[in-house]
């Protein structure tokens, strides 16, 4: 009886490593697949970065045009004074 206990307990015991590799397996390959991936992806991208760096300019600012703020407008404050009348009519005195 001994035996057919031990020996229960032995193919139990291979039957779990079994399922436990199916498990384990895949999720080792996938893993090992999308490590592979990002290794990949990152060479693309320093691919990539290296090939525009080259094209690109050392800014982002170079082309931009000068800014409107640069002149300096002159102000319509004193044209505006020229139109003030300082001297208003005065009111009709004269009762009818």
């Known amino acids: 009886m001994f035996y057919g206990v031990c020996g229960e307990h032995d193919r139990n015991k291979e039957a779990f490593k079994m399922k436990l590799d199916g498990v384990y397996y895949p999720l ?22 290296n090939a525009t760096d080259t094209v690109r300019p050392q ?8 800014s409107l703020d640069i002149r300096h ?3 319509i404050d004193n ?3 020229a139109l003030i ?3 208003p009519p ?3 005195t004269m009762k009818s």
């Open 28 to 49: 080792n390959d996938s893993i090992s697949w999308q490590t592979t991936c990002m290794e990949e992806m990152k060479q693309d991208i320093a691919r990539i970065q």
């Open 90 to 92: 005065r009111p009709n």
């Open 85 to 87: 009348n300082t001297n």
């Open 79 to 81: 044209r505006l004074a």
């Open 59 to 66: 800014s982002i600012d170079i082309r931009q045009s000068p």
């Open 73 to 75: 407008h002159a102000s």
